[in-house]
């Protein structure tokens, strides 16, 4: 499920954070990508729950292969923010954003699911409702202007269909401010 081009620039880091056991999920356009429509990205976004002392055993794991700065990482750990890594083999980068204790944030970790071919490298993705939430959130906080952010919703709820948790998504887009959009989408994407 993660695409060919990302394999090189994502597995290290998922082996790291494996081997850390630092809980994680692939989300944003390769999490969308992969239950939806399929598109190019220019970055991938991993959600991590990152405590301080996963910082050095992290750096020492993929500093030869990544620009990575340690103290982003302890910034990005204390204000429950992001920081990037780049990979330097192929320019490019992977935007890690640090679990924040919000109720979503820990219902999207009960709820990501490990996903890949039979047989091989497997890697942990955000649900396909919590892709659609998040990707409603963020089209929302900007503005309503973002048709990437639209079109990755309305492509996960296409190829998804009647497979989604109706019932959960509608919870949740209430609580999260979004259930107009999700109506909206909903109708757009021909679910009703």
């Known amino acids: 499920m993660i695409p060919p081009d990302w394999v090189p620039t994502l597995r290290p880091v998922i082996q790291a954070f494996e081997a850390l056991g630092v809980a994680y999920q692939i989300g944003g356009s390769l999490a969308s990508s992969a239950w939806g429509l399929p598109r190019s990205t220019q970055d991938a976004d991993l959600v991590a729950d990152l405590r301080t ?3 050095t055993p992290l750096v020492t794991q993929l500093e030869s292969d990544y620009y990575i700065d340690d103290q982003m990482i302890r910034d990005a750990i204390r204000h429950r923010s992001s920081f990037n890594l780049l990979h330097l083999p192929t320019m490019l980068k992977v935007d890690v954003f640090v679990r924040k204790p919000t109720a979503f944030d820990t219902a999207t970790f009960q709820r990501a699911r490990r996903e890949g071919p039979a047989g091989e490298e497997q890697a942990v993705f955000t649900s396909p409702e919590d892709i659609i939430l998040h990707k409603l959130v ?3 906080m900007g ?3 973002s048709e990437r952010q639209w079109l ?3 492509g996960v709820l296409k190829v998804q269909g009647i497979d989604l948790n109706a019932d ?3 919870e949740w887009a209430t609580k999260l401010g979004v259930a ?6 909903w109708s757009e994407a021909g679910l009703g």
């Open 143 to 145: 503005g309503r202007v």
């Open 152 to 154: 990755d919703v309305l």
């Open 180 to 185: 107009a959009l999700l109506a909206q989408a």
């Open 138 to 140: 963020w089209y929302q």
């Open 168 to 170: 959960y998504l509608h």
């Open 53 to 55: 002392e996963h910082v």
